[in-house]
């Protein structure tokens, strides 16, 4: 069973800035993409971003431009800077293992509420 820990949530205002992290128990962290999600209130899921073994990115149009995505394979680690915050980025966010076929395994997320 593969755990995955998020931390780095919290209440900040609009212009501000926010660092997630998720760490993860797999000892072959480095041979799997990752992703981060949110989840705001009565809306589906939605991907945020992923990084790829070979750390090649990509966001959603919402927060390209704002967020990074970056891991640390040393660290079995994977982050989220998000900059420019808005409250619309108010959500639960979880980091994902990404399987094949849209398996994998969830962290248990990490509350972010951006006060307007």
């Known amino acids: 069973q593969v755990q995955l820990v998020e931390s780095g949530g919290g209440l900040v205002q609009a212009g501000g800035s926010l660092t997630l992290s998720c760490v993860a128990s797999?000892?072959?962290?480095?041979?799997?993409?990752m992703g981060w999600y949110r989840q705001a209130p009565g809306k589906q899921r939605e991907l945020v971003a992923t990084?790829?073994?070979?750390?090649?990115?990509s966001y959603s149009d919402s927060v390209k431009g704002r967020f990074t995505i970056s891991r640390d394979n040393a660290k079995k680690k994977v982050s989220l800077q998000m900059n420019s915050l808005k409250p619309e980025d108010t959500a639960a966010y979880y980091c994902?293992?990404?399987?094949?076929?849209?398996?994998?395994?969830w962290g248990q997320g990490t509350q972010v509420t951006v006060a307007s």
């Open positions: 797999r000892i072959n962290f480095s041979f799997y993409t």
């Open positions: 994902k293992e990404e399987g094949p076929r849209g398996s994998g395994y």
């Open positions: 990084i790829t073994t070979g750390a090649r990115t």
